[in-house]
């Protein structure tokens, strides 16, 4: 249901493989981003993780998925949360709670802890493109 | 005038059966407008979420009953569960980040022209425009 790829236990992409529904696309990458965020691989390791999530196929997310990400922007280990390919209604509830602003960044206003985590939320227009930005060369 | 009343098992894989369900059978005909339809899928899938997880407490041996009728240009939903009740105090604001929970009920209350519920608190009813 997810394909999880994890290169040099640093960079991580989630995407659901196949969705035949959001609600179990959306439980699919939930419980993904548990596993893989709660793992060893990544609380026991030295390196930064970077974490790309490929939103592509939801037309809406749910309020639990956002929770998970803020657990996620909250964790020292993860360096980079990358939200690629959003349609419109997943935007909107993800500017609602605070994740992403207009320009695709974490929000200005939220409390100074959270602020401080908040500059690690990227909004890509596809996995390929949020890829690019660690080696821009 | 009733759309539709479902009820299903409070488990996730009737839950996913019936937004399915849901979405392709009532949500494509009712609303033309695409981004309403999404607003309203949201809406429905966070109330059946807390029926599920709050109400029922995920107990497989309990059920949810959703309702859908029209009236006077306003679709009304309304979602019961078998739990012991809600006090219907939605908070105020917006939870921070840093809290796992507590946006359901707020978006619910963002994204619908009304809510309100029932006195015990298990039965959640929410309207949208839609014209």
Same mark, same amino acid.
């Given at each position: 249901?997810?394909?999880?790829?994890?290169?040099?236990?640093?960079?991580?992409?989630?995407?659901?493989?196949?969705?035949?529904?959001?609600?179990?696309?959306?439980?699919?990458?939930?419980?993904?981003?548990?596993?893989?965020?709660?793992?060893?691989?990544?609380?026991?390791?030295?390196?930064?993780?970077?974490?790309?999530?490929?939103?592509?196929?939801?037309?809406?997310?749910?309020?639990?998925?956002?929770?998970?990400?803020?657990?996620?922007?909250?964790?020292?280990?993860?360096?980079?949360?990358?939200?690629?390919?959003?349609?419109?209604?997943?935007?909107?509830?993800?500017?609602?709670?605070?994740?992403?602003?207009?320009?695709?960044?974490?929000?200005?206003?939220?409390?100074?802890?959270?602020?401080?985590?908040?500059?690690?939320?990227?909004?890509?227009?596809?996995?390929?493109?949020?890829?690019?930005?660690?080696?821009?060369? | 005038? #009733? &759309?539709?009343?479902? $009820?299903?098992?409070?488990? +996730?894989?009737?839950? @996913?059966?019936?937004?399915? *369900?849901?979405?392709?059978?009532?949500?494509?005909? #009712? &609303?033309?407008?695409? $981004?309403?339809?999404?607003? +309203?899928?949201?809406? @429905?899938?966070?109330?059946? *979420?807390?029926?599920?997880?709050?109400?029922?407490?995920?107990?497989?041996?309990?059920?949810?009953?959703?309702?859908?009728?029209?009236?006077?240009?306003?679709?009304?939903?309304?979602?019961?569960?078998?739990?012991?009740?809600?006090?219907?105090?939605?908070?105020?604001?917006?939870?921070?980040?840093?809290?796992?929970?507590?946006?359901?009920?707020?978006?619910?209350?963002?994204?619908?022209?009304?809510?309100?519920?029932?006195?015990?608190?298990?039965?959640?009813?929410?309207?949208?425009?839609?014209?």
């Amino acid at each position: 249901m997810t394909e999880i790829t994890v290169s040099d236990g640093r960079v991580c992409i989630i995407k659901a493989a196949e969705i035949t529904s959001v609600k179990e696309g959306l439980e699919a990458i939930k419980n993904a981003l548990i596993d893989f965020t709660t793992s060893d691989r990544v609380q026991e390791s030295n390196l930064d993780t970077f974490l790309f999530v490929d939103l592509s196929p939801f037309n809406i997310i749910n309020s639990s998925l956002i929770g998970i990400f803020g657990s996620i922007i909250m964790d020292q280990k993860i360096q980079l949360l990358g939200l690629c390919g959003i349609q419109p209604a997943v935007e909107d509830i993800l500017k609602r709670f605070g994740v992403i602003t207009e320009n695709g960044m974490g929000k200005d206003f939220a409390s100074d802890r959270i602020k401080e985590n908040l500059s690690k939320v990227l909004a890509f227009d596809s996995i390929e493109d949020g890829l690019i930005c660690l080696n821009p060369a | 005038m #009733l &759309v539709f009343e479902e $009820k299903f098992t409070s488990e +996730i894989s009737s839950i @996913v059966k019936f937004l399915n *369900d849901f979405k392709k059978n009532y949500l494509q005909t #009712l &609303v033309e407008d695409a $981004k309403l339809r999404d607003r +309203i899928e949201y809406v @429905v899938m966070e109330a059946v *979420d807390n029926a599920h997880e709050h109400g029922n407490k995920k107990d497989p041996n309990k059920s949810i009953v959703v309702r859908c009728w029209k009236e006077a240009g306003l679709l009304f939903f309304s979602v019961l569960d078998e739990g012991a009740g809600f006090d219907g105090n939605i908070p105020p604001t917006r939870p921070g980040l840093d809290n796992l929970n507590g946006r359901g009920l707020v978006s619910i209350q963002d994204y619908s022209h009304s809510v309100s519920f029932n006195d015990k608190g298990n039965l959640i009813t929410f309207t949208f425009r839609t014209w």
